[in-house]
């Protein structure tokens, strides 16, 4: 194996972030949870070093900036010393307000909605990401969104939902298109009609 870099290590950091999801969908148990996350620690832990030898940052660098970060996005549960907030918002809907504004502030150069999703995300994911954010701006729904919402019955249950994306991929498949290639232009499509520019993101 040849010298570890921030590049070379990208897959495995991946990797064992889907290995921690597959075990709680599945319900892998505390056991193996805890070991799926000490794997991802794992990956933390040597891009930290890293970093480290390059004179950067080191791992408690990394820990300090994690828990100034929280405090500064989370004023309605922190004070700006760390300690509680004697009171709460009432709602999720303030809270995500407060987000949204200090990450705002936080990111003047994020000059449209879509900006800091990362286009390395798969497809479906992404489409999830980038619908959360255009429904929080209140932007209009995604073009052709509404013509297949009511063309298509969607399903009551996420079991049913896997069965119906699995098929049109299974579809696309057998009519030779590429479901994940067609959702990422649907995707560019819809961020081009919201006046984002997807190749900057």
Request: glycine letters at 10%; proline letters at 5%; aromatic letters at 4%.
């Amino acid at each position: 194996m040849g010298a570890l870099t921030h590049e070379s290590l990208v897959e495995y950091l991946l990797e064992e972030a889907y290995e921690v999801a597959e075990t709680i969908e599945t319900a892998g148990g505390d056991a193996e949870l805890k070991s799926e996350l000490g794997d991802v620690l794992l990956q933390v832990v040597l891009h930290a070093r890293l970093a480290e030898e390059r004179g950067a940052f080191d791992l408690d660098g990394v820990a300090r900036g994690l828990t100034a970060k929280m405090i500064r996005r989370n004023p309605h549960v922190f004070r700006p010393d760390g300690s509680l907030q004697d009171s709460f918002p009432a709602t999720v809907e303030e809270i995500v307000l407060k987000w949204d504004a200090v990450k705002k502030a936080e990111k003047p150069e994020r000059g449209h909605v879509f900006d800091g999703v990362p286009a390395a995300l798969p497809a479906l994911a992404r489409a999830q990401k980038l619908l959360d954010r255009a429904e929080r701006a209140h932007l209009p729904p995604a073009t052709g969104q509404t013509a297949v919402g009511t063309a298509v019955e969607i399903p009551a249950t996420e079991e049913e939902l896997g069965d119906l994306l699995f098929g049109i991929a299974a579809g696309a498949r057998a009519g030779g298109l590429d479901a994940e290639r067609a959702l990422r232009g649907a995707l560019r499509r819809f961020q081009d009609s919201n006046g984002s520019t997807p190749s900057a993101q």
